[in-house]
């Protein structure tokens, strides 16, 4: 079995992820992707909560048979880090399959500060994603090292969808403007039913 895991805040999901997950599932020929919501991730802060997140989540993938959502970082009382979700994947599914980390290619450049990295990249293979055209020699460089320095397995895929960030689609939220079609439609609704994002609205 092949399995990619899809780790994000998703505050708020969008179709970018939705589009990285899909073309990683059928270019690896994967048997499922699955979606975890990181509970308490140490490297930033979110600004819905967990159970919105994990809705809008649910939401925006329900419509595809081969995605899947876990709790498995949501339902930690403490910081939540890669490798201790891959050591609790791994068993769960049993070490004949196959497990990529889905990630963007930014995140590419920290690995080596992830906690424990020089184990993780022995449980998994990883998947950088970036737009068409951008040409960055220092991923290039990164990626050559940890490949030297660690046997580690990384490709990077590009996906057009990726200049959606969620980042933006909160900013259009606060300043009143649309996010028609940025993600699937029941995470929008779901968004303006429980009015997240909303800090006294302004305009620019």
């Keep these: 079995m092949k399995i990619g895991l899809m780790g994000g805040t998703f505050d708020p999901i969008h179709n970018g992820h939705l589009v990285l997950a899909e073309q990683v599932r059928t270019r690896f ?13 140490p490297h930033k802060d979110s600004m819905a909560s967990e159970e919105h997140r994990y809705k809008m989540t649910q939401l925006a993938i329900e419509d ?4 899947e959502l876990s709790r498995i970082e949501l339902d ?25 980390f889905i990630t963007g290619a930014d995140m590419i450049l920290d690995l080596p500060t992830w906690k424990n990295f020089d184990e993780l990249v022995h449980l ?8 068409p055209g951008v040409e960055d020699k220092d991923l290039s460089d990164q990626i050559n ?31 009143n403007l649309s996010i028609r079609y940025l ?10 039913e429980h009015k997240l994002y ?7």
């Design 29 to 41: 020929q994967m048997d499922k992707i699955i979606f975890i919501p990181a509970g308490n991730p």
């Design 76 to 100: 930690q009382d403490h910081k939540t880090y890669t490798i201790d979700t891959v050591i609790r994947l791994r068993e769960l599914y049993g070490d004949e399959t196959e497990v990529y």
């Design 198 to 204: 909303i800090d006294e609205r302004k305009v620019l």
């Design 145 to 175: 090292s940890l490949v030297k320095d660690y046997k580690a397995d990384i490709t990077i895929t590009q996906v057009p969808a990726l200049a959606i960030s969620s980042t933006d689609i909160r900013r259009r939220i606060k300043y």
């Design 64 to 67: 595809n048979e081969f995605f």
């Design 124 to 131: 998994c293979k990883f998947i950088g994603s970036t737009r």
């Design 183 to 192: 993600l699937p439609k029941s995470a929008e609704d779901y968004i303006y």
